[in-house]
């Protein structure tokens, strides 16, 4: 069975910092092309950032760029997102996941998310 299983999120006042994680077991971790979504109170789906099986070119949304991280640990099989310098506006529930570009919820694996709050 493959369980992504994301942890890190909480409440935190703006410009402060966050680090989330993603364990995976049944699958490795490396061998795919996986990230971070997430979804805010009333709006669609939309990817953060995400990293291919080579860790080339991470993409990261425009919105992030400058202030989120994406990092893997291939001996913990976990992925990580450093979240820094963060605005009101990441409030959101952040997902881990491995699916297509579209997030198609029948595409991939998707952990139960974790939820990121900011504010003062």
């Known amino acids: 069975e493959v369980q992504l299983v994301e942890s890190g999120g909480g409440l935190v006042q703006p410009g402060g910092s966050l680090r989330l994680s993603c364990t995976a077991s049944g699958i490795n971790l490396t061998t795919y092309t996986i990230g971070w979504a997430r979804q805010a109170p009333g709006k669609g789906l939309e990817w953060v950032s995400r990293?291919?099986?080579?860790?080339?070119?991470?993409y990261y949304a425009d919105s992030v760029k400058g202030r989120f991280s994406i990092s893997r640990d291939a001996a913990k099989n976990t992925l990580y997102l450093q979240l820094n310098s963060l605005k009101t506006e990441d409030t959101a529930t952040y997902y881990c996941?491995?699916?297509?570009?579209?997030?198609?919820?029948?595409?991939?694996?998707w952990g139960q998310g974790t939820q990121v709050t900011v504010s003062s």
């Open positions: 996941t491995n699916s297509n570009w579209a997030l198609s919820r029948d595409s991939g694996y």
């Open positions: 990293v291919s099986s080579t860790h080339a070119d991470p």
